[in-house]
């Protein structure tokens, strides 16, 4: 699968910071970035037109770390598969609850906090229909949360034995070589794709989450 998600484990794949990548079957590009922004209260969405990535991080003062709160939502479409990508001052702050799946929607919700300084593994979650429906951190490290797959029987059961194939949980294994295994396995069980230059290069709407 061109692309998919293991690009994602590079250093500084999105941006300085890490990252926060919402994927989406069943909603369009704009009613997943409203639902998102439903959960946020506190804050009023402010459409921007389209944007690159590297446009969106410097106009509008982005960058993490920085003394602006804001958060920004890069959202498009590629294959079947709506996405929302993160910027600004996501850490902490932006929440992807069971209730952004309602009615039927898919959402797969994948974020690192790369410059966490404890450090923080990276997170995969999904939901379906309003409810959750598998979620694990990514270095299978029982210090943070469950070291295993957790959620619908069926599915953990089936990520676990794909893990298994692909030689984890291995405590010696690379944190990095954890995070992109893993995230291979997620692209081929869930068939989930960002493609790089499309998040990186393209001219893609985004929405401004400013706080009241």
Same mark, same amino acid.
């Given at each position: 699968?061109?692309? #998919?998600?293991?690009?994602?484990?590079?250093?500084?794949?999105?941006?300085?910071?890490?990252?926060?990548?919402?994927? #989406?079957?069943?909603?369009?590009?704009?009613? *997943?970035?409203?639902?998102?922004?439903?959960?946020?209260?506190?804050?009023? #969405?402010?459409? *921007?037109?389209?944007?690159?990535?590297?446009?969106?991080?410097?106009?509008?003062? *982005?960058?993490?770390?920085?003394?602006?709160?804001?958060?920004?939502?890069?959202?498009?479409?590629?294959?079947?598969?709506?996405? #929302?990508?993160?910027?600004?001052?996501?850490?902490?702050?932006?929440?992807?609850?069971?209730?952004?799946?309602?009615?039927?929607?898919?959402?797969?919700?994948?974020?690192?906090?790369?410059?966490?300084?404890?450090?923080?593994?990276?997170?995969?979650?999904?939901?379906?229909?309003?409810?959750?429906?598998?979620?694990?951190?990514?270095?299978?490290?029982?210090?943070?949360?469950?070291?295993?797959?957790?959620?619908?029987?069926?599915?953990?059961?089936?990520?676990?034995?794909?893990?298994?194939?692909?030689?984890?949980?291995?405590?010696?294994?690379?944190?990095?070589? *954890?995070?992109?295994?893993?995230?291979?396995?997620?692209?081929?069980?869930?068939?989930?794709?960002?493609?790089?230059?499309?998040?990186?290069?393209?001219?893609?709407?985004?929405?401004?989450?400013?706080?009241?």
């Amino acid at each position: 699968m061109t692309d #998919a998600l293991s690009w994602l484990a590079e250093p500084e794949s999105i941006t300085y910071g890490g990252y926060s990548v919402v994927l #989406a079957r069943g909603l369009t590009p704009e009613e *997943l970035v409203a639902r998102i922004a439903e959960e946020l209260p506190g804050r009023t #969405a402010r459409p *921007l037109g389209e944007l690159t990535a590297e446009d969106l991080v410097e106009d509008y003062e *982005l960058e993490f770390a920085g003394e602006v709160e804001d958060i920004a939502l890069h959202h498009g479409r590629s294959g079947d598969l709506a996405f #929302a990508v993160a910027y600004g001052y996501w850490q902490g702050e932006l929440t992807i609850p069971p209730s952004v799946s309602r009615g039927g929607a898919e959402v797969f919700h994948l974020e690192f906090e790369e410059e966490n300084g404890k450090p923080v593994p990276p997170f995969f979650s999904s939901y379906r229909d309003g409810r959750e429906h598998c979620y694990f951190n990514l270095h299978l490290d029982p210090t943070w949360g469950p070291g295993d797959v957790r959620g619908e029987p069926a599915t953990a059961a089936a990520l676990t034995a794909e893990l298994a194939a692909a030689g984890l949980p291995d405590p010696e294994r690379e944190s990095g070589d *954890l995070h992109r295994t893993c995230l291979e396995v997620l692209g081929r069980h869930f068939a989930l794709t960002l493609p790089r230059t499309l998040v990186r290069e393209a001219e893609l709407p985004a929405v401004l989450l400013e706080t009241d």
